[in-house]
């Protein structure tokens, strides 16, 4: 397959980036502090742009910040910038309207999860082709408990089947598409793309993701990426 041929099964990629990342407590947006050398976004941007069955990436920042990326991004080829929303949710519709309904297939990428690997990129994809919908997940292995408002312990929580999400999260564009939509209409906002199939009573299968696989919102995240890029990629399963 060439790199610029489509065809229903390549895929087009939400990568939301609007992010203010108070907890990093950083003067600039979490996703572009600097990782090895590197704003974060252009790491996990690089990924996806290797790809020859990737069209088209979409990236969702600030307002205030559309120029000054589009001159950051001018030399990415498959990188369009869009206008971010006030929530997650929203600028991921932004992104959605502007890959199109023709296309076959969209990811949804956290811009700060940078260690995304090509092989967790295709099992999330088979599984969208087979499914419809098909999100990367970690099945929880720690104790749970519920505390109250106080922060006391009131009750164990059995954590069988129990799965913590991460990206890519994988669909066929007119089922997230449908899915958006109707959440706009009815004021729904779920807390990551899965759930707005759940919303429309769409099955979506969980695929085994990866404990490298993690998300920058912390200062000690940055500590743990560090480390992280001193592996050799392959080993990141």
Not at 51 to 58: A, K, M
Request: net charge neutral; glycine share 8%.
């Amino acid at each position: 397959m060439t790199k610029n041929s489509r065809t229903t099964d390549n895929l087009s990629v939400v990568i939301p980036a609007a992010g203010q990342g108070l907890r990093m407590g950083a003067k600039v947006p979490k996703q572009f502090i600097e990782l090895n050398g590197k704003p974060i976004i252009h790491h996990t941007i690089a990924i996806f742009e290797a790809l020859d069955w990737v069209d088209t990436i979409i990236l969702c920042v600030p307002k205030e910040e559309v120029s000054h990326v589009q001159k950051e991004m001018a030399n990415q080829t498959k990188v369009k910038v869009a206008i971010g929303g006030e929530k997650r949710q929203d600028s991921v519709y932004n992104g959605l309207k502007a890959v199109g309904k023709n296309s076959g297939f969209v990811a949804v990428h956290d811009g700060v999860r940078p260690f995304i690997t090509e092989d967790l990129i295709k099992t999330v994809f088979e599984g969208a082709k087979k499914f419809g919908a098909a999100v990367a997940a970690i099945p929880m292995n720690d104790t749970l408990k519920r505390a109250d408002k106080e922060g006391l312990l009131q009750e164990n929580v059995e954590r069988e089947n129990l799965w913590r999400m991460q990206t890519p999260q994988i669909f066929r564009t007119e089922l997230l598409l449908e899915a958006m939509e109707k959440a706009q209409s009815e004021r729904f906002y779920g807390t990551d793309e899965g759930s707005l199939l759940q919303f429309i009573g769409k099955p979506v299968k969980f695929i085994l993701g990866s404990e490298f696989n993690i998300k920058i919102t912390r200062p000690e995240d940055l500590a743990l990426g560090e480390w992280i890029f001193s592996l050799n990629r392959s080993n990141l399963k």
